[in-house]
């Protein structure tokens, strides 16, 4: 399975603290309202079928369930995915649903069932990170898109993503990324070429640590999305 368990435990452990705004994952919560944004300017998503892969506690999906989408979340880690349904269902959000399931399996079981395919900070924690985006181009349906977002490898983003965020501003606990895993655009978007996905577009989030605000811009340097559409 395409997965690192050391990873699971890492995410696993912090699974209590997803809803919390001012926790470790304060920068999703931060974040999402930007990437829901760009999600949904180029793929409005009322009525849509939603597959989100690597959904941890379901703020990303949860978000998308209420501009009116048919979601479905799946991850690897069971306790994240406890925590996403106990949310959804406190929030009496009936149309997110959650599975344990890796994204292959899944792309295995329903090949192109899905309008939108989203996997977000998710590609930089696996081991093969193109046999995901293989499995995400098999899920969606043709004419459908794919969104992923990663961190660039240069030493701007070792700088920023690694001793910047976990070592001096303590916005992610440290350990949570390997530079060794952060992939290029040019990587990501070959890994989308040859899933048959064709690249409509790239967005980079920047961070300013002084007025502690996330933008999005062109520079692709460190955080940045990718939207991709699979050929009628």
């Not at 912090?14 to 919560?29: G, K, Q, V, Y």
């Not at 577009?201 to 999005?216: I, Q």
């Amino acid at each position: 399975m395409n997965v690192d368990p050391a990873e699971l435990a890492k995410f696993s452990e912090l699974a209590h603290r997803w809803w919390d705004p001012e926790s470790e994952f304060r920068p999703l919560h931060q974040i999402n309202p930007l990437r829901l944004d760009w999600i949904a300017r180029q793929a409005p998503l009322s009525g849509q079928q939603v597959l989100d892969v690597g959904c941890g506690g379901g703020i990303l999906a949860e978000a998308m369930a209420r501009q009116g989408a048919e979601v479905l979340g799946i991850d690897l880690a069971s306790k994240s995915l406890k925590v996403a349904q106990l949310h959804a269902l406190e929030s009496g959000l009936a149309n997110v649903a959650y599975r344990e399931v890796a994204v292959e399996a899944l792309a295995a079981e329903r090949p192109a069932s899905f309008d939108v395919v989203t996997c977000m900070e998710m590609l930089e924690h696996v081991p093969d990170p193109a046999s995901v985006v293989k499995a995400c181009a098999d899920l969606v349906k043709p004419g459908g898109w794919v969104f992923f977002s990663t961190l660039n490898r240069n030493p701007k983003s070792f700088l920023f993503a690694i001793v910047g965020a976990e070592y001096v501003l303590n916005l992610l606990p440290r350990g949570t990324h390997e530079f060794a895993k952060f992939i290029k655009p040019s990587e990501l978007a070959s890994f989308c070429r040859q899933a048959g996905l064709d690249l409509q577009g790239t967005r980079g989030m920047e961070y300013n640590p002084l007025t502690k605000r996330y933008w999005l811009s062109g520079d692709t340097s460190v955080n940045y999305m990718i939207a991709t559409r699979k050929p009628a």
